[in-house]
């Protein structure tokens, strides 16, 4: 008996819940349940025995937690804790016609950003409990609530096993998990994966995971498993509140939306099982006829392509000098920001291009996109012509992304098809080959054609490859344009394609761009343009997909347009006319825009450089001194800093513009140490050294001791922050303090962290405490002038 | 559970205001940021309850394999035959919404985050007031939780197993014993059948009371 043998079966029934049989059994709360493999196996035996009397067809071994942390304290290692488990599932089901699940549960640590686990690390401690499970005939995974937890752990056994994989995750009745995966994103990323079938457990009773089914049930073709809770324990008595008769009517009832295999979580014993079995014998499978839309993800968003979704195309560094400099400093803070303000201004995906000569581009890839999914929750685009950089990409993204892009090339058909395959992308295929951009409509018509047949060969459905028939510039190809929408009209209709285009360059030589641009790309939503990739910070840009969506009979009600443009913005209330607005005005009273411009005013007459030593610094000097007398308080202190950064990002423009390098004060590195995921405070500090005109390198948090050390060597640093919020971690810090001693670095050390105090800070060898963010731009100006 | 306003006057005192208030625009962005945080949460507890015996030693809690360590929650825990292991969270909402104002405006971020720090307290406060009205005719201590005074920190771990509490409301905790979701708290309240004496909350068994910004304005945080 296989897996694939068993879904020729009207239904597949999975076991119940082996917690709750032990704890009945008499284990203590807290204590690993897969200790017992080892020590108590016949209880172990005993219990699957139960679940195989009362018609499971497959059963979970006892290893829901056998990962190398949760299994840290308990004696036991990760292989023998497995292997003892899988021998004493195959010992309750000698007949052959029960399959045995090596059962993976969460690591129990959440991964980076919310934890301090790295994807890579995840993917480790998954990879080693499915080569310890070799002899099982199943993997599951289950009780997952975070997607990339999940992707890492199917990554590890698609890639270390060739088992039939399960995957279900854990929706609360706000139809999302803890960590905030939405079901559509959950199915679309899974089924992308490779998994064979995917479902729900836990959390919930039968009754209450119907919607959450239901849903499911709409964007998966995989077979769709239920092993719901019997309820909801009681905190006192700890007894679940539906019983056995019941649970299996609610069942027949979730069998009536699709599903496939069921099973029982915490609370159910084989006497559910076995009512469920009854229950739903007399009742047929109920085909579902899915039709999943053209769509991509992030974990919490998914953004199906039903109608005209702008990609932003601003993260990429090609002609943006500023952009640039950002990518060779590895200034991460800038992508996000860059990021962030097209999702403001309207963008549904972010396209993210980091290539530039002289940088790690795949390394740099990896940084964004771990960045950037951290914060926004838009779908992510992921742009580069290396397959080893897309690979990297989309290896650690977490959702279902866009590769940009794939051509008729042979070479590049070979090389980043598989890749969209493997990790279940959508792809942008471009309308060119080995001969470069074909002239006519009918050419480009026939290399998407071919793509899309080469897509559909390797596995990739039509849905999921978007055409880009190239946009010439008018300019220089007058003749081209009408090739272009021609094209783009006769793939959506023909091939049945969504259709994506890069509309900026349309206008590249010509005066008025603007005007050429937004006309443009009108005409090219009307002929079906799906995914135009714009800059939506261009507002009649915007302007432009709104209208058409209104006109276009998209936009219902207007509803969109009418909030976008119906109520006449109100004019931001100015400050009064008589006071003269200067610099220091604006940093006191927190005017962001107002110090830019007025900033940008002063550059027109005024060296940079003076404009800092003269105005801005002393400026900042005085909101300073006002927070340390009490004055103002923590909020009106960062905003002031926040208006002295913006004033700061005009000079940074002015001078990457006319080529002159920023003087810098000196290089600072702030760290929050290992272990410490705090960096509040720590950013609050790097954002008053900027101000004060020192370089900071950021190392970020949970930052790896030996890391501060290289890095401080190599960029020859002389003052170190680091900060620490937990008892738990100040041994890093000492740590971290130590290691720079040892290695003789040349620098100067201040900490900080709530509990902190000045002598703790001299006796674990620091040079300075600062007992605010003040304080540590005091100390930099001591250390570095 | 569904929580409708913040403790505003609470976030404003750890943002170091003392007994000030505000000036009118940093008050405009603590209620927008109130707001997007309200969005943002989906609170919710679970907690149990559990017979307690000492072995002279430590405080143990039957059932599991915990053992509280320590003179400071011995001392808590004198005279109950039970306690209540319990464990509040805002969710991992609130760790996103302050990570995404991180990188756009880091004074919405600071004041979020100290509206969270004010949020989770709310959140122990209702579901204290719930769990205590579930168990009549009992008296009982206040939260006592892991890191205060001498009681280890490093229980968090098996804490939050017992609780179930990463398949029941999503709180995990890292290698260095950090909660996650951040604004989360765990804690131990004692039942016991007669009167408890008040009094011994406060800065005598808080760790910070060498270094603490409120006692050297002459302030006190509250706890």
Same mark, same amino acid.
């Given at each position: 008996?296989d897996f694939?043998?068993?879904?020729?079966?009207?239904?597949?029934?999975l076991d119940?819940a082996m917690g709750?049989?032990l704890?009945?059994?008499?284990l203590?709360?807290g204590v690993a349940p897969e200790t017992l493999n080892i020590e108590k196996p016949?209880?172990i035996i005993?219990i699957h025995?139960?679940?195989?009397?009362?018609?499971?067809?497959i059963i979970y071994a006892n290893t829901f937690g056998a990962n190398r942390y949760k299994l840290s304290e308990c004696g036991y290692g990760v292989e023998e804790t497995i292997a003892a488990a899988i021998k004493n599932a195959r010992a309750a089901c000698?007949?052959?016609?029960t399959l045995v699940a090596l059962d993976i549960g969460p690591i129990g640590q959440l991964l980076e950003?919310?934890g301090t686990l790295s994807f890579e690390e995840a993917y480790d401690i998954f990879k080693q409990a499915v080569v310890a499970g070799k002899d099982c005939d199943v993997i599951v995974f289950e009780t997952m609530t975070d997607l990339y937890e999940l992707k890492a752990a199917v990554l590890a056994a698609k890639e270390n096993s060739n088992k039939p994989i399960i995957c279900t995750m854990t929706?609360?009745?706000?139809?999302?998990t803890?960590t905030?995966?939405?079901?559509?994103?959950m199915?679309?990323t899974l089924?992308?994966l490779g998994a064979d079938a995917i479902g729900?457990n836990c959390?919930?009773?039968?009754?209450?995971?119907?919607?959450?089914?239901?849903?499911?049930? &709409?964007?998966?073709?995989?077979?769709?498993v239920?092993k719901?809770?019997?309820?909801?324990?009681?905190?006192?008595?700890?007894?679940?509140?539906?019983?056995?008769?019941?649970?299996?009517?609610?069942?027949?009832?979730?069998?009536?939306?699709?599903?496939?295999?069921?099973g029982?979580c915490c609370?159910?014993?084989?006497?559910?099982?076995?009512?469920?079995?009854?229950?739903?014998?007399?009742?047929?499978?109920?085909?579902?006829?899915?039709?999943?839309?053209?769509?991509?993800?992030?974990?919490?968003? $998914?953004?199906?392509?039903?109608?005209?979704?702008?990609?932003?195309?601003?993260?990429?560094?090609?002609?943006?000098?500023?952009?640039?400099?950002?990518?060779?400093?590895?200034?991460?803070?800038?992508?996000?920001?860059?990021? !962030?303000?097209?999702?403001?201004?309207?963008?549904?995906?972010?396209?993210?291009?980091?290539?530039?000569?002289?940088?790690?581009?795949?390394?740099? =890839?990896?940084?964004?996109?771990?960045?950037?999914?951290?914060?926004?929750?838009?779908?992510?685009?992921?742009?580069?012509?290396?397959?080893?950089?897309?690979?990297?990409?989309?290896r650690i993204?977490n959702?279902?992304?866009?590769?940009?892009?794939?051509?008729?090339?042979?070479?590049?058909?070979?090389?980043?098809?598989?890749?969209?395959?493997k990790?279940?992308?959508?792809?942008?295929?471009?309308?060119?080959?080995?001969?470069?951009?074909?002239?006519?409509?009918?050419?480009?018509?026939?290399?998407?054609?071919?793509?899309?047949?080469?897509?559909?060969? $390797?596995?990739?459905?039509?849905?999921?490859?978007?055409?880009?028939?190239?946009?010439?510039?008018?300019?220089?190809?007058?003749?081209?344009?009408?090739?272009?929408?021609?094209?783009?009209?006769?793939?959506?209709?023909?091939?049945?394609?969504?259709?994506?285009?890069?509309?900026?360059?349309?206008?590249?030589?010509?005066?008025? &761009?603007?005007?050429?641009?937004?006309?443009?790309?009108?005409?090219?939503?009307?002929?079906?343009?799906?995914?135009?990739?714009?800059?939506?910070?261009?507002?009649?840009?915007?302007?432009?997909?709104?209208?058409?969506?209104?006109?276009?009979?998209?936009?219902?009600?207007?509803?969109?347009?009418?909030?976008?443009?119906?109520?006449?913005?109100?004019?931001?209330?100015?400050?009064?006319?008589?006071?003269?607005?200067?610099?220091?005005?604006?940093?006191?009273?927190?005017?962001?825009?107002?110090?830019?411009?007025? $900033?940008?005013?002063?550059?027109?007459?005024?060296?940079?450089?003076?404009?800092?030593?003269?105005?801005?610094?002393?400026?900042? *000097?005085?909101?300073?001194?006002?927070?340390?007398?009490?004055?103002?308080?923590?909020?009106?202190?960062?905003?002031?800093?926040?208006?002295?950064?913006?004033?700061?990002?005009?000079?940074?423009?002015?001078?990457?513009?006319?080529?002159?390098?920023?003087?810098?004060?000196?290089?600072?590195?702030?760290?929050?140490?290992?272990?410490? !995921?705090?960096?509040?405070?720590?950013?609050?500090?790097?954002?008053?050294?900027?101000?004060?005109?020192?370089?900071?390198?950021?190392?970020?948090?949970?930052?790896?001791?030996?890391?501060?050390? *290289?890095?401080?060597?190599?960029?020859?640093?002389?003052?170190?922050?680091?900060?620490?919020? =937990?008892?738990?971690?100040?041994?890093?810090?000492?740590?971290?303090?130590?290691?720079?001693?040892?290695?003789?670095?040349?620098?100067?050390?201040?900490?900080?962290?709530?509990?902190?105090?000045?002598?703790?800070?001299?006796?674990?060898?620091?040079?300075?405490?600062?007992?605010?963010?003040?304080?540590?731009?005091?100390?930099?100006?001591?250390?570095?002038? | 559970?569904?929580?409708?306003?913040?403790?505003?006057? /609470?976030?404003?005192?750890?943002?170091?205001?003392?007994?000030?208030?505000?000036?009118?625009?940093?008050?405009?962005?603590?209620?927008?940021? /109130?707001?997007?945080?309200?969005?943002?949460?989906?609170?919710?507890?679970?907690?149990?309850?559990?017979?307690?015996?000492?072995?002279?030693?430590?405080?143990?809690? /039957?059932?599991?394999?915990?053992?509280?360590?320590?003179?400071?929650?011995?001392?808590?825990?004198?005279?109950?035959?039970?306690?209540?292991?319990?464990?509040?969270?805002?969710?991992?909402?609130?760790?996103?919404?302050?990570?995404?104002?991180?990188?756009?405006?880091?004074?919405?971020?600071?004041?979020?985050?100290?509206?969270?720090?004010?949020?989770?307290?709310?959140?122990?406060?209702?579901?204290? /007031?719930?769990?205590?009205?579930?168990?009549?005719?009992?008296?009982?201590?206040?939260?006592?939780?892991?890191?205060?005074?001498?009681?280890?920190?490093?229980?968090?771990k098996d804490?939050l197993e017992?609780?179930n509490?990463a398949k029941?409301?999503?709180?995990n905790t890292t290698e260095?014993?950090?909660?996650?979701?951040?604004?989360?708290?765990?804690?131990?309240?004692?039942?016991?059948?007669?009167?408890?004496? %008040?009094?011994?909350?406060?800065?005598?068994?808080?760790?910070?009371?060498?270094?603490?910004?409120?006692?050297? %304005?002459?302030?006190?945080?509250?706890?």
């Amino acid at each position: 008996m296989d897996f694939k043998t068993l879904l020729k079966n009207e239904f597949v029934f999975l076991d119940g819940a082996m917690g709750t049989m032990l704890q009945a059994k008499g284990l203590k709360m807290g204590v690993a349940p897969e200790t017992l493999n080892i020590e108590k196996p016949e209880w172990i035996i005993d219990i699957h025995k139960q679940y195989v009397d009362a018609g499971a067809d497959i059963i979970y071994a006892n290893t829901f937690g056998a990962n190398r942390y949760k299994l840290s304290e308990c004696g036991y290692g990760v292989e023998e804790t497995i292997a003892a488990a899988i021998k004493n599932a195959r010992a309750a089901c000698e007949d052959g016609n029960t399959l045995v699940a090596l059962d993976i549960g969460p690591i129990g640590q959440l991964l980076e950003p919310a934890g301090t686990l790295s994807f890579e690390e995840a993917y480790d401690i998954f990879k080693q409990a499915v080569v310890a499970g070799k002899d099982c005939d199943v993997i599951v995974f289950e009780t997952m609530t975070d997607l990339y937890e999940l992707k890492a752990a199917v990554l590890a056994a698609k890639e270390n096993s060739n088992k039939p994989i399960i995957c279900t995750m854990t929706f609360e009745e706000n139809m999302r998990t803890f960590t905030g995966c939405s079901i559509n994103s959950m199915a679309l990323t899974l089924e992308g994966l490779g998994a064979d079938a995917i479902g729900v457990n836990c959390s919930l009773g039968p009754k209450e995971l119907y919607p959450i089914v239901k849903e499911l049930c &709409r964007w998966t073709s995989l077979p769709v498993v239920v092993k719901p809770n019997a309820g909801l324990p009681d905190p006192i008595t700890n007894e679940y509140n539906v019983f056995p008769d019941e649970f299996a009517q609610l069942m027949k009832v979730l069998a009536t939306l699709g599903v496939k295999i069921f099973g029982g979580c915490c609370g159910t014993s084989p006497e559910y099982i076995k009512a469920m079995r009854k229950a739903l014998s007399d009742v047929k499978y109920t085909d579902r006829e899915v039709k999943i839309p053209a769509a991509c993800c992030c974990a919490s968003n $998914t953004v199906v392509i039903n109608q005209p979704r702008v990609i932003g195309e601003r993260i990429n560094p090609t002609g943006k000098k500023r952009f640039k400099e950002a990518l060779l400093a590895g200034d991460i803070d800038y992508i996000l920001g860059q990021g !962030i303000e097209q999702i403001h201004a309207g963008a549904d995906i972010l396209d993210v291009n980091v290539g530039l000569p002289g940088i790690d581009e795949k390394n740099m =890839m990896v940084k964004a996109v771990k960045a950037l999914q951290s914060v926004v929750d838009v779908p992510l685009q992921l742009d580069s012509t290396i397959p080893e950089v897309l690979e990297a990409g989309l290896r650690i993204y977490n959702g279902k992304p866009i590769v940009n892009s794939v051509n008729g090339e042979e070479k590049s058909l070979k090389s980043v098809l598989p890749l969209v395959k493997k990790y279940g992308a959508a792809v942008v295929g471009l309308c060119l080959d080995e001969n470069g951009i074909p002239k006519t409509a009918q050419e480009r018509f026939d290399i998407a054609r071919r793509i899309v047949s080469e897509a559909e060969k $390797t596995g990739i459905r039509r849905e999921d490859v978007y055409i880009d028939c190239l946009t010439l510039t008018a300019s220089a190809e007058q003749a081209g344009v009408m090739e272009t929408l021609n094209a783009l009209e006769r793939v959506k209709k023909e091939l049945g394609c969504r259709t994506v285009l890069g509309v900026s360059n349309i206008s590249f030589g010509l005066p008025a &761009r603007e005007i050429v641009n937004h006309n443009f790309l009108m005409m090219a939503l009307t002929k079906g343009l799906d995914l135009p990739i714009i800059n939506p910070n261009v507002e009649t840009m915007m302007q432009t997909v709104r209208a058409y969506k209104l006109l276009a009979n998209i936009d219902l009600n207007s509803a969109e347009f009418i909030s976008h443009y119906g109520v006449q913005k109100t004019e931001e209330k100015k400050p009064q006319q008589t006071v003269s607005l200067t610099l220091d005005y604006a940093i006191e009273n927190g005017l962001k825009a107002e110090g830019a411009k007025i $900033t940008g005013q002063l550059l027109e007459n005024t060296d940079p450089m003076d404009i800092v030593n003269n105005l801005l610094i002393p400026a900042l *000097d005085k909101t300073g001194a006002d927070f340390e007398t009490g004055k103002i308080f923590l909020p009106q202190l960062i905003q002031s800093a926040g208006v002295a950064q913006s004033c700061f990002e005009v000079i940074k423009n002015h001078l990457a513009k006319s080529g002159e390098k920023s003087e810098s004060k000196g290089k600072i590195i702030v760290a929050t140490v290992k272990g410490d !995921i705090h960096d509040i405070g720590k950013n609050i500090v790097k954002v008053l050294l900027e101000n004060y005109g020192y370089e900071v390198i950021d190392l970020g948090k949970d930052v790896d001791c030996q890391r501060v050390v *290289d890095c401080a060597i190599e960029n020859d640093v002389h003052l170190v922050g680091l900060s620490a919020l =937990m008892t738990t971690t100040l041994a890093s810090m000492e740590e971290t303090i130590k290691l720079l001693r040892e290695n003789n670095v040349d620098c100067k050390i201040m900490v900080g962290g709530a509990v902190l105090t000045p002598d703790y800070a001299e006796k674990i060898g620091a040079d300075f405490y600062a007992k605010d963010a003040k304080e540590s731009c005091d100390i930099a100006k001591k250390v570095l002038g | 559970m569904k929580l409708t306003k913040l403790n505003r006057s /609470e976030a404003i005192r750890y943002l170091g205001y003392g007994g000030s208030t505000p000036d009118e625009k940093t008050l405009l962005i603590i209620n927008d940021c /109130e707001k997007k945080l309200l969005e943002c949460i989906s609170p919710a507890y679970v907690y149990r309850v559990f017979d307690i015996t000492s072995n002279g030693e430590s405080v143990i809690v /039957e059932g599991t394999s915990l053992s509280l360590e320590g003179d400071d929650i011995k001392a808590h825990l004198d005279k109950c035959k039970k306690c209540v292991l319990m464990c509040a969270t805002i969710s991992a909402g609130a760790d996103k919404l302050i990570r995404q104002l991180e990188a756009v405006d880091m004074t919405k971020a600071v004041i979020t985050d100290c509206l969270a720090s004010a949020a989770v307290e709310q959140v122990c406060d209702i579901a204290e /007031e719930e769990i205590k009205s579930g168990l009549e005719d009992c008296f009982f201590t206040w939260r006592f939780s892991p890191g205060y005074g001498d009681f280890p920190i490093n229980i968090q771990k098996d804490f939050l197993e017992v609780l179930n509490a990463a398949k029941r409301i999503g709180v995990n905790t890292t290698e260095s014993m950090i909660l996650t979701p951040r604004k989360s708290v765990t804690a131990v309240m004692g039942i016991s059948d007669a009167e408890i004496p %008040k009094g011994r909350r406060g800065c005598v068994t808080c760790k910070l009371k060498g270094n603490c910004a409120y006692r050297r %304005k002459g302030e006190h945080c509250g706890f």
